[in-house]
């Protein structure tokens, strides 16, 4: 079952994650256009050789977003693809297009999410108070529209945080571990000069002393707004063999969905990166065991715990004590976010899991400077949408 | 401090009103699915085991367990800074079903995983009433 392990990522481009962004304003097909073509500069390709595309929403348009973004271009696709996975879209990108590599459908597949600001709209707009909703659909017939929005059960943080107190009533909960995985991920982030936390690592302390804002969650344990955003590009063995860097081959992936408000969850704390981890274990023939890193979706530490146990770092429960004992800062034996994490880079809007991407990339073509492994041929990497309802799993493998 | 924002408040579909209705009537109804036997909410047209479309509505007493629950300092949106601090709970009933909603009577420091509760009807107005919990 699965892939091949013959398309790889080839190239990638990275804004620099900033939380008071200052530079100039660009709409979401302008960012686009510009990853695409720093994407295509660092792989080393032509922009015409890019014949498909890969794309989530943009800011400009609700729908017909692929040919719209294949106009602006100007480049006509084979392959063309809107994924709706919140934090699982970049992971969800990188396998549709290497498995439409790997049909032959296409050569060189470019995947982007913009996320700095738009240009301020001269004509004023009506305020949307729907929009305080975020990913809560209020329209009329919505179950959240009825059955969670009224009760104020809306955003990512109560969310979350339900999450976690289920997990400490069943398993314990300590908030040293979660703060301990806070600071690794921070001291990895000190080292990044992309991460809006470049040079700014925190202490237990800091993180224990800073705001609770749903219980038992504390402001350093969720990511902050920034702007920033990446962009990958994905070639044939080919191409990939021309280009500038070590192909990072997709060896294996797994997705899986099951709802979209944990209060539906059939188990709370046992989350579907479970599954689709399995999965791209499977197809790539690894094991957790096996992996030189760990790039690991954290909207919140709540969501690394858990990913790290469902996906078998660790048995299920063990989670805490795998946090306390082990390093998981660059120098430990297996290095979890050796960007930072979104947790160090800061999240810009819905690009927050290419940052786990591209980090990946990054390391396995030995790009990484300061925080480059010295063992660096295979990564985990993890997307996790909505409040760990829609999950994805990527095995990446150095050629 | 009172939001500015208009508060959401539920609007009924044809498949969800007896629910609404029961709640303004202070019963808790849900659906049962005949064929399987599987207890349903929130409200749908086709059971989500079997999809069966044989589904019956039943009174039930509601009081359950806190499955788990948060409490937030900042309002999930301003439409609800008035309820700050939010004490936002998932309740699982008897018959399997579990539900979104908020506790009331009940102090912070008391909330635990596992408490007994029960319904306690917030009527809105007239035309709704939201289905809040109470310790037992």
Partial sequence: MGLSGKAAIVGFAEYQHERKYVGERKFYTEQWAELTALACADAGLLPDQIDGLVCSDIREAGMFVPATIAEYLGKPVNFAER????????????????????????????????????????????????????????????????????????????GYAMIAQRYGAEYGYDPVAMAKLVVDQRSNGAKNPNAAFYNKPVTID????????????????????????????????????????????????????????????????????GPASAQAFAMAGFGAGDMDMAQIYDCYTITVLLTLEDAGFCGKGEGMAYLRDNDLTINGALPINTHGGQLSMGQAGGSGGMTQVVEAARQIMGRADDRQLAKHDLSYVSGTGGVMSEQSALILRGA | M???????????????????????????????????????????????????????????????????????????????????????????????VRLTTTLVNVAVSDIRVGMAVKPYFDALDADTTLLRYEPV
């Fill in chain 1, 206 to 273: 800091d993180v224990l002393n800073s705001k609770l804002i749903a219980d038992p969650l504390r402001m350093l344990e969720i990511v902050m707004p920034v702007a920033g955003g990446g962009a990958l590009i994905l070639a044939n063995e080919e191409v990939a063999k021309q280009c500038n860097h070590r192909p990072v081959r997709v060896a294996g992936f797994g997705e899986h969905l099951t709802i979209k408000t944990p209060t539906y969850a059939q188990d709370m704390v046992r989350t579907p990166v």
């Fill in chain 2, 2 to 96: 009172s939001s500015s924002f208009t508060k959401p408040v539920p609007t009924p579909t044809p498949v969800t009103q007896p629910f609404w209705d029961g709640l303004n009537a202070g019963q808790v109804r849900l659906q049962q699915c005949n064929p399987c036997g599987r207890w349903i909410h929130y409200p749908r047209n086709r059971c989500p085991s079997c999809l069966s479309a044989d589904i019956d509505w039943h009174d039930v007493d509601g009081i359950g367990e806190v499955y788990t629950f948060t409490v937030t300092e900042q309002p999930t949106a301003p439409h609800f800074s008035d309820e700050v601090p939010q004490k936002l709970a998932v309740v699982e009933l008897p018959q399997g």
């Fill in chain 1, 83 to 158: 994924v709706d996975l919140g934090g699982a879209t970049a992971v969800g990108m990188v396998w549709r297009a290497a498995a439409a590599i790997e049909l032959g459908i296409c050569d060189v597949v470019v995947c982007a999410l913009p996320g700095l600001p738009i240009p301020s709209n001269p004509i004023p707009q009506p305020v949307n108070e729907a929009r305080y909703f975020q990913s809560s659909s209020a329209s009329w017939g919505s179950p959240q529209a009825e059955f969670e929005i009224p009760y104020g059960n809306l955003a990512q943080n109560c």
